[in-house]
């Protein structure tokens, strides 16, 4: 028995950092503001390297894009 997934259709393993912004239906620049506030450890300077993002990446980053949006519609 053959699996019904195609390869097109497939999940992808990393996501670059434009691919990212767009599946979290964000700018560059925001997608960059959240790694840097949420996730980057300032003592570690290579920490703020991220150009390559994973499926559980994504997932953390739409639950923060998700609280940044709320807090700025509570305004």
Partial sequence: MSSSTS??????????????????????????????????????PESGAVTVFQQSDLLVLRILAGMAGQTTSAR
């Fill in 7 to 44: 390869p097109a259709r497939a999940l992808k393993v990393q996501y670059s950092e434009a691919e990212a912004a767009d599946m979290l239906n964000v700018s560059i620049e925001e997608l960059r503001s959240l790694v840097r506030d949420h996730i980057v450890n300032e003592d570690d």
